[in-house]
């Protein structure tokens, strides 16, 4: 009887061990916006990690995260760190590129709660009158990644986070482009 429970236990793991190393080992979260404001005015609201606290979904989630920026003011070469709650963790941005109102990409470096390095992009495409700001955030997926993602959508995690940040940083570009027009 116990032999008969050990191999029951020893197959759901195997079994469990296989459907976590078919999950896809690369994601990618997406989300858009368009935004009432010329790309140049929301490109420097990204381009500018000082500027992130007025619009940034986890700034908002722990205001005592010790926060510092090294590097270049702006632009290629700028950094971010921070170090806070559980809810924020402890990691680095980096912008690696910047392309004036077109592209900005960041290596992002998850350090705590755990360790991983993303690849974030901003896009920004001019539609009439307005901007289209694409969000991105990808990355690999190791095995325990894999194995969360069997339980939690990952997807819908940090894509609403994605989305709150979007519509704050619409309420911060319009404001800004309203000032900009007059």
Known sequence: MFLDILILLAAILLVLVVVVAMQPSEFRITRKAAINAPPSVIFA???????????????????????????APAGAGAVFKWAGSNKVGEGCMTLVESRPSE??????????????????????????????????MS????????????????????????????EAMKAVAEAGAETVMR
């Not at 990409?105 to 009158?129: D, Q």
């Not at 990355?139 to 979007?166: A, H, I, P, S, W």
């Open 139 to 166: 990355g690999k997926n190791n095995f325990l990644c894999k194995g969360v993602g069997l339980f939690m959508n990952c997807d819908k995690m940090c894509g609403d986070q994605f989305e709150r940040g979007l």
């Open 103 to 136: 592209l900005i990409r960041i290596k992002l470096e998850f350090l705590k709660p755990f360790k991983a390095t993303n690849t974030a992009e901003f896009t920004f495409h001019p539609e009439g009158n307005q901007t289209v700001v694409s969000w991105s």
């Open 45 to 71: 609201q990204v381009n500018d990690f000082r500027k992130w606290e007025a619009w940034s979904p986890w700034a908002k989630m722990d205001r005592t995260a010790k926060n510092t920026f090294e590097g």
